[in-house]
């Protein structure tokens, strides 16, 4: 008797576990086919089966061309900071900017929708520049204005840069969007702050606090379309094309109110 419940007792948990594992695979499949894409809208570029062998985790095809190199990503391998300011004669840096003043400010601080240059890291100044010159960075003036510096222009304009006093803070916004602080893991977006100052520091990464919000959510949406293409890795394009238009405008805003902007060393001003 006591054997024949036993049997029973052991069945009835089989059969429970069957159908719980029955139940994963069912979930399994919804998450994977029907609420992934949802929320990353790149899941099932390509088709259904793409879907299918990514989530199986196996190619699609098994051999494939090796891909032709991008002209226009950036020949700039990483640059150590103290070797660019060893190498970069402020006071000549301070002359070659005279030509710079009318978009990017006498003090390195523009009040236009370009960068603000004043304290910028001199191996981002450098890397840009040398982009603008080699024509992996696309802009008409700047690539014009780069095509004429040699090597060591470009170091001494960076040293110059990176030594002026960067614009006062004024304080940081009630509210830090999500993606600066936490990112979205579900969409492999790393924290902005991780790269660009809060959190960490990544050598090549722009300080962004003040800059034009015009400018910031113009460049991420250059990222996004492929237009501009000289971030190391595609980091950039990667985070860039999986955010919405709302996260590029609720991050530009953040970055661009976390500094006075055309008012050098000035405080800011008392609430009224």
């Not at 003090?107 to 370009?114: E, Q």
Request: a positive charge; hydrophobic letters at 40%; aromatic letters at 6%.
């Amino acid at each position: 008797m006591s054997a024949h419940g036993g049997g029973t007792f052991a069945s009835a948990g089989v059969r429970r576990s069957l159908l719980a594992l029955a139940a994963l695979a069912v979930v399994a499949v919804l998450v994977a086919f029907f609420w992934l894409p949802r929320v990353k809208p790149d899941f099932v570029q390509g088709g259904l089966w793409d879907a299918i062998c990514r989530a199986a985790g196996v190619p699609r095809n098994w051999s494939a061309a090796v891909p032709r190199d991008d002209a226009q990503a950036s020949r700039v391998a990483s640059v150590f900071t103290s070797t660019l300011a060893a190498g970069g004669d402020v006071g000549h840096g301070g002359t070659l900017a005279l030509r710079c003043t009318m978009c990017h400010g006498a003090r390195g601080v523009s009040s236009s929708d370009v960068p603000n240059l004043a304290g910028q890291y001199a191996e981002v100044t450098y890397k840009q520049l040398t982009d603008y010159k080699n024509g992996q960075r696309r802009h008409a003036l700047m690539q014009g204005l780069a095509a004429g510096l040699s090597e060591q222009d470009i170091r001494d304009l960076a040293a110059f840069y990176a030594q002026l006093p960067r614009p006062s803070p004024a304080g940081p916004p009630t509210e830090v969007p999500k993606l600066v602080s936490v990112g979205d893991p579900m969409r492999n977006i790393a924290p902005c702050a991780t790269c660009h100052g809060g959190i960490d520091k990544k050598p090549g990464s722009p300080w962004l606090d003040g800059m034009s919000q015009a400018y910031l959510a113009a460049q991420m949406q250059q990222f996004a379309e492929g237009a501009r293409r000289n971030d190391t890795l595609g980091a950039m394009r990667n985070i860039a094309r999986q955010m919405r238009p709302e996260e590029v405008d609720a991050v530009a805003r953040y970055y661009a109110t976390r500094a006075i902007i055309g008012h050098e060393g000035a405080a800011p001003e008392p609430a009224r």
